[in-house]
C-alpha cells in the first residue's frame, strides 16, 4: 500500500513516495501490521514522513530507523 493516504497534503517527488511506500510496507511486515488506516499504520507512516523530512531518503535506512524508534530489534 502506498504512503500516500498518510501524507496530509505534504508534498514529495514520486521517487520518494515509492521509497517511503517501501519502507511502510518493510515495516508493517517486520511488526506484522497490516497496511491499512489504524492508528498503529498511522503511526509508523507519521515516523517514515518524520524522518523524511529530516532527509532519510533510502527505504531500508527509512525501514531500520523507524524500527529502532519503536525499539524493535
Do not use: H
Not at 497490516?34 to 527509512?62: C, M, P, Y
Amino acid at each position: 500500500m502506498p504512503i500516500r493516504p498518510f501524507l496530509s497534503g505534504q508534498a514529495f517527488d514520486p521517487e520518494t513516495i515509492d521509497r517511503m511506500s517501501e519502507a511502510l510496507q518493510g515495516v508493517c511486515d517486520t511488526l506484522s501490521l497490516k497496511v491499512v488506516d489504524d492508528a498503529a499504520t498511522r503511526l509508523v507512516a507519521r515516523k517514515i514522513i518524520e524522518l523524511t523530512q529530516r532527509g532519510v531518503r533510502d527505504a531500508a535506512a527509512l525501514r531500520a530507523m523507524t524500527l529502532k524508534e519503536f525499539k524493535y530489534k
